[in-house]
C-alpha cells in the first residue's frame, strides 16, 4: 500500500465501523510467532485467503467460482491486556483475489475504495466467565467484482459479513470462516449504482490462510 | 409525512438499494383488499408492526425489549405482471415503534433519516418454475435507538437485514419475520459516531401487522 493510498484509507466517506490509525503500525510478514489466547500488540496482518463463492445472475443462472488471494488487516491495539475481555478491532485496508469460471472468464475481488471495511475479534457474551474461550471474530466487507471477459464490475451495498467462530489466536490463519447471507445479497453495476441489483452473492465460505511474503501478494496482484 | 420529509427522502446521501419515486404513490389506509399470489400496483402500505429484539450493553448485561409501532413501506411498480417473476423493491420511508424496559426506561425506534432503507421481495430461484411460489422478502436497515431516560441515542452502521419467508401476498401482513443478527450487531452513540461499539443488537424478531389508520399512526408518534 502506498503512501497515497494509506492517506486515502484515513479519508473514507463511509466506514460500517472504527477507524484504526495506520500510523507507526508494521506490516507482519512470515514468519511470526503468534501466541494462543494472547491479546497481541497491534499491527498489520499479511495473510493468504481462500474463498468459494456462489453467484445468482437472475436469467442466466447460478455459477461457484473458487477465489485464491491475499489480505492486509490492520489490528488495533486490545482494549485489555487480558485475553477474556479484550476486543480488538480491524479494518480490512488491501485485498486481492482471483478466481475463474467458464463462461464468465476472470474474477477479480478487491476492496471498495468508497468504504471502510471494519471488523471486531471479541468472547462471546455467554463465555466471558470460562477458563480459556474462544473468540469470534466479524467484518463487514465492501467488495468489488471485476468480470474483464464481460467488461464489468459490481460492487455491494449492503456488507458481506464475514464471520471465524472459534478464534484461539490472532490472527485466526488457517481458520474456516463463513459469509453470513441469507439467501441473497444484492450486487449492483459499478456503472449504474443506483440502477436495480445486476446479480447477487448467495453463499460465501473463506479460509482464513497464514502469513504471506510481500512478494507472494505482488505475484497475486500481477495475476 | 410532510412533503419536505418526502423531498429529503428523495435525496438521502447514502441508499442501500434502489431509491422508490414517491410521486405519484398513494397511501394506503384499512381496509384493503390484498389479493395472493398477484403483484399489486405500487402504493406506501401503512402497517402495524411488533419486535422483539435483545440488546447487550458491555458491562451492563443483555436486556430484551417489546416493541409495538408502525412502518410506511412504499412499494414499486412490480417488474413483472406475472407473479413467480415479478420482483418488487421497497423503500422503508418511516417507523415508529416503542417498547420499555425497567431500568432502560421507554426506548422510541425510528428511521435514521441519514440512510435509505431498502428492501424487495422476490421468488427464490429454485421456486422459479412452482406453480404458486411464496416469495421471500428483506430490508435493510437503518435505525435510530432512542432512550431518553439515559439521555442516549443509538444507531446501526451496518444495516439491520430483517426477512420474511413465505410471502403470499403483497405486503406480507400477518407475516412473521426476523432480523439476521449473526451473534451481535455493533450499535454506536449517536453523539460519538466514531467512537467504539457502545452497544450491540444480538436478536429481533418481529411480525408484520395490517393496514392501520392515520389516527393509529399519530396515537403512536405521540406515545
Not at 506490516?27 to 491479546?39: A, E, M, S
Not at 445486476?198 to 502469513?211: E, N
Amino acid at each position: 500500500m502506498t503512501t497515497v493510498e494509506a492517506f486515502n484509507h484515513q479519508n473514507k466517506k463511509l466506514a460500517w465501523g472504527p477507524q484504526i490509525d495506520l500510523s507507526g503500525l508494521d506490516y507482519l510478514y512470515p514468519p511470526q510467532n503468534v501466541k494462543p489466547y494472547t491479546p497481541p500488540p497491534p499491527g498489520v496482518d499479511n495473510l493468504g485467503i481462500s474463498s468459494t463463492d456462489s453467484f445468482l445472475v437472475p436469467n442466466v443462472g447460478e455459477f461457484t467460482v473458487n477465489f485464491e488471494g491475499y489480505v492486509r488487516v490492520a489490528r488495533s491495539q486490545p482494549t485489555s491486556n487480558e485475553w477474556n475481555t479484550s476486543d480488538v478491532f480491524t479494518n480490512l485496508i488491501d485485498m486481492c483475489m482471483r478466481g475463474e469460471e467458464s463462461g464468465i472468464g476472470e474474477i477479480i475481488v478487491t476492496l471498495n475504495p468508497d468504504v471502510l471495511s471494519t471488523g471486531q475479534l471479541r468472547t462471546p457474551h455467554a463465555d466471558l466467565a470460562c477458563e480459556k474461550p474462544s473468540k469470534a471474530c466479524r467484518m463487514a466487507v465492501g467488495a468489488l467484482f471485476k468480470m474483464p471477459l464481460l467488461n464489468l464490475t459490481l460492487f455491494n451495498k449492503e456488507p458481506i459479513e464475514l464471520t471465524i467462530d472459534d478464534v484461539r489466536m490472532i490472527p485466526p490463519a488457517g481458520n474456516p470462516g463463513e459469509g453470513r447471507i441469507y439467501q441473497i445479497l444484492p450486487l449492483f453495476h459499478r456503472e449504474n449504482p443506483d440502477g436495480l441489483p445486476a446479480a447477487y452473492l448467495t453463499s460465501l465460505q473463506f479460509r482464513m490462510g497464514h502469513y504471506i511474503t510481500e512478494a507472494k501478494i505482488q505475484g497475486i496482484l500481477q495475476g
